[in-house]
């Protein structure tokens, strides 16, 4: 297993490649092109992230001391962006979800690059994530 901030390494080496961010963008669209589709049982009001423009649904999994997310959304772009959380997030144990920095998304520039009610919603599916995180930590105990 890949630590979380390898992993963030690695996206930000990944978003160094493009020039600018229109290819940024269309490399996030095709991310969330990517991201497995989540079950539609799941799609439901407690699994909505409070404060999206658009609707996003994050679902998590505990399954052997680490946590799975799915995640859907209406809007292409903010299903890029869950996608890569999914990817830094998804297969961790909770604490290194809990203790985890998400410098990375200032390092690849994209909270400055998206209108402040979608850097709004970044910020809840990041919150959210790591509300499951301690919520699944605090079922262990």
């Given at each position: ?20 961010w ?12 990517s ?30 001391d ?40 200032d ?33 262990r105990?």
């Amino acid at each position: 297993m890949k630590a979380i901030s390898d992993i963030q390494e690695e996206i930000i080496d990944e978003f160094m490649l493009f020039e600018d961010w229109m290819q940024r963008y269309e490399y996030i669209i095709d991310l969330g092109k990517s991201l497995p589709l989540i079950d539609e049982a799941h799609k439901t009001e407690n699994n909505l992230i409070k404060g999206c423009q658009s609707k996003v649904w994050v679902h998590a999994d505990m399954e052997e001391d680490k946590l799975h997310f799915t995640a859907d959304s209406e809007a292409i772009l903010t299903k890029g962006i869950i996608a890569i959380l999914i990817r830094v997030f998804s297969g961790q144990p909770p604490q290194a979800i809990v203790d985890a920095s998400t410098d990375f998304i200032d390092q690849i520039g994209l909270k400055e690059h998206l209108s402040a009610t979608r850097a709004n919603g970044l910020v809840s599916m990041i919150k959210q994530m790591k509300l499951y995180a301690v919520a699944f930590q605090s079922q262990r105990q």
